[in-house]
């Protein structure tokens, strides 16, 4: 979600920081997606998405007016089209995958939701004309057999839930795409202010009809603010991360997600993946990190 600048910072120190900087960003993500999934069987998810992405878009607004000319900024931006783009593409992230959470198991869900690396290199030879080799092509269909393990006839995953999921893959794959495209050419606090109103309006369409009975009490209302500070706050952390170390060194670390997941899944909820589901979920991480790792490849992060 953030342009790596030209020229980073070459000390041992300053990458250090970065990818503790990035690794909190993905506890903070980890935590949130736990989280949500126990708000869920209390609170609807339109209304979680909202009280969402209205804290994340006031962290926008204070970061517009930490730049003087921040407003004029966010109305002369190039390239509003594609910045369009991105915001719907992170919306329908945020609806499709809190809405699959109320179904499907923290660690399966995570896992198909992290094909979305796979789904990039399939996309990126017709949306940004990149060479795919022989060897990234055999990554991702073993990433995609990884899927097939996890909902495969039998594992009793809901329909929905992963038709949400898969949906929710392919609309991150976009915004990475769309991230990349504008890598540069817009800068990275207008990227992020222009997503957060775009998901604000999108998640605000069907909160009013979907209000909490009962309404939270204070505790919970707390608790439901506080993780909309928590996902701005990742965004933000990653945002810092990538200011010190090439995102090509911090995407393999993504993974570190999935595995946060799994663990939730199974300690949190009693929901532990089988053998075969865990099988596909490993094949995945390490199709991902291959994906990933900086031999050559182009970066997904």
Known sequence: MTTVPASLPSDSASRGAGVLLFLAGLVTFAIFDASSKYLLETYPAPFLNIMRYGTVATLGLVMLLRYGDGWTQLRDAPLKGLLTLRGIALGTVGTCFMTALIWMPLAE????????????????????????GPAKWLAVLVGFGGMLLVVRPGNDLPLLGTALMVVSAISFAVFQLLTRKLAGRVPSHIQYCTTA????????????????????????????????????AGQLLLLAAFQRVAASTLA??????????????????????DMLALTGIVLIALAGVFLALPRGNTPTA
């Open 109 to 132: 869900a995570t896992a198909i939701y992290f094909t979305s690396p796979l789904i990039v290199v399939v996309l990126s030879p017709w949306l940004l004309q990149e060479r795919v």
């Open 197 to 232: 109103f775009i998901c604000v309006i999108i998640t605000g369409v069907p909160a009013p009809f979907f209000l909490p009975d009962p309404w939270p009490d204070l505790l919970d209302f707390l608790f439901i603010f506080s993780l909309g500070i928590l996902n701005g």
């Open 252 to 273: 393999p670390l993504n993974y570190c997600q999935l595995v946060m997941a799994v663990l939730f899944s199974t300690f949190l909820f009693n929901q532990p993946p």
